[in-house]
T-cell receptor, first 114, second 112 residues
Framework: DSGVTQTPKHLITATGQRVTLRCSPR?????VYWYQQSLDQGLQFLIQ???????AKGNILERFSAQQFPDLHSELNLSSLELGDSALYFC?????????????FGSGTRLTVV | QQPVQSPQAVILREGEDAVINCSSS?????VHWYRQKHGEAPVFLMI???GGEQKGHDKISASFNEKKQQSSLYLTASQLSYSGTYFC?????????????WGAGTKLIIKP
């Protein structure tokens, strides 16, 4: 157990639907990062939150949004789902908003859009 | 700009050594190394913060050449458990967002 909790582990949904992925960072970590990883591909950075505020955006589609709550857990909302959104979605946490410590990843949510 | 990892893939026999390289076109503050097994989360291995630094983790070590903006990961006497995809993540000096920029990964297969 890495200390980063992601739920659900698996999600199967139909095209056009909306889903919410949840992430609880490791205790004491203030930053949460969201990544998308398609089959056998690299990590695509979506968005970062630090202590409740959006800190950086990557290649995140307009259909996707995220937020970090006062208890520091984060949710990634994916709407109007398309087949191409099928992927592993990881969140990672770190202690700071930037340079320094390594990231701790959660076990991921595998999203399948049918 | 994405760092370049080489090789893209390597197949070894148990006990053999491997080197994985990560090169950036930008001046780097740090280089991170992670290992990801199939279907699992990436796991942090080590971070190198300045030129010339070397670190070790069991029989896995790494170096960072700041003149070349290149880091190398060394896997000595590889074990079956070393199989997976290795990613480097780089932190350029000039990026204000301090985001890791990830390489495409190097797939390592260890055969008995």
């Amino acid at each position: 157990d890495s200390g980063v909790t992601q739920t659900p582990k698996h999600l199967i949904t139909a095209t056009g639907q909306r889903v919410t992925l949840r992430c609880s960072p490791r205790s004491g970590d203030l930053s949460v990062y969201w990544y998308q990883q398609s089959l056998d591909q690299g990590l695509q950075f979506l968005i970062q939150y630090y202590n409740g505020e959006e800190r950086a955006k990557g290649n995140i589609l307009e259909r996707f949004s995220a937020q970090q709550f006062p208890d520091l857990h984060s949710e990634l909302n994916l709407s109007s789902l398309e087949l191409g959104d099928s992927a592993l979605y990881f969140c990672a946490s770190s202690a700071t908003d930037g340079r320094g410590p390594g990231y701790t990843f959660g076990s991921g949510t595998r999203l399948t859009v049918v | 700009q994405q760092p370049v990892q080489s090789p893209q893939a390597v197949i070894l026999r148990e006990g053999e050594d491997a080197v994985i390289n990560c090169s950036s076109s930008k001046a780097l503050y740090s280089v991170h190394w992670y290992r990801q097994k199939h279907g699992e989360a990436p796991v942090f291995l080590m971070i190198l913060l300045k030129g010339g630094e070397q670190k070790g983790h069991d029989k896995i070590s790494a170096s960072f050449n700041e003149k070349k903006q290149q880091s190398s990961l060394y896997l000595t006497a590889s074990q079956l458990s070393y199989s997976g995809t290795y990613f480097c993540g780089t932190e350029p000096f000039m990026d204000s967002n301090y985001q890791l920029i990830w390489g495409a990964g190097t797939k390592l297969i260890i055969k008995p």
